[in-house]
């Protein structure tokens, strides 16, 4: 058995805010978060369209977490710059 690739990504809501997560399947999820399957975060229902801004490849579920964390703590400023970035 192979272990998952993890994703740290970023969705931007139509007003403009940035959801953070992570995922084995960043497309997958955004389908969740738009209801196109089940399974989106409540956080997010309502506030499409959302589109995929940000996405990195991680070594491991944990990495991604702790990764995640950290890009939580994060101003929206530093958010955007790290996206502008990629």
Same mark, same amino acid.
């Given at each position: ?20 997560? =992570? ?59 790290? =996206?502008?970035?990629?």
């Amino acid at each position: 058995m192979t272990a998952a690739t993890w994703f740290l990504y970023m969705v931007r809501t139509a007003s403009g805010q940035l959801y953070t997560g =992570i995922s084995t399947d960043p497309v997958r999820r955004l389908r969740q978060h738009k209801g196109e399957l089940r399974g989106g975060a409540k956080a997010l229902r309502g506030k499409g369209p959302l589109t995929l801004v940000y996405q990195q490849v991680m070594a491991n579920r944990a990495e991604a977490s702790k990764a995640e964390y950290q890009l939580k703590q994060l101003s929206k400023a530093a958010k955007e710059q790290r =996206i502008s970035e990629r």
